[in-house]
Nanobody, 125 residues
Framework: QVQLVESGGGLVQAGDSLRLSCAAS????????MGWFRQAPGKEREFVAA????????RYVDSVKGRFTISRDTSKNTVILQMNSLKPEDTAVYYC??????????????????WGQGTQVTVSS
């Protein structure tokens, strides 16, 4: 089992950057694919980005391509979401998720086994 704790959210202006971190407990972090999802008020949780357990496969939702970068540091059991050129429509609670047997990078919530509590990102116009 793994526990996930997100940090780095906040209130920024459009065009600014934020760096979200997800710290994972446990000794098996390197076996999990890691994903970021977000949920805006009144909307369903949506996929943002994911990275396979060895970093060889990465996927982004089209709306963040070229602006967001996902990475992982296995030595620190951490996955990072670097968000640049933020837009008001990026406002949401951002969740970190872990998927066992993480060779692939699915975009569906149900494929992930563990979730963090979320961190709020608010982008003002």
């Amino acid at each position: 089992q793994v526990q996930l704790v997100e940090s780095g959210g906040g209130l920024v202006q459009a065009g600014d950057s934020l760096r979200l971190s997800c710290a994972a407990s446990g000794r098996t972090f390197s076996t999990y694919a890691m994903g970021w999802f977000r949920q805006a008020p009144g909307k369903e949780r949506e996929f943002v980005a994911a990275i396979s357990r060895n970093g060889g496969r990465i996927r982004y939702v089209d709306s963040v391509k070229g602006r967001f970068t996902i990475s992982r540091d296995t030595s620190k059991n951490t996955v990072i979401l670097q968000m640049n050129s933020l837009k008001p429509e990026d406002t949401a609670v951002y969740y970190c998720a872990a998927k066992s047997f993480g060779l692939d990078v699915p975009m569906t919530n149900s494929n992930y086994d563990y979730w963090g509590q979320g961190t709020q990102v608010t982008v003002s116009s």
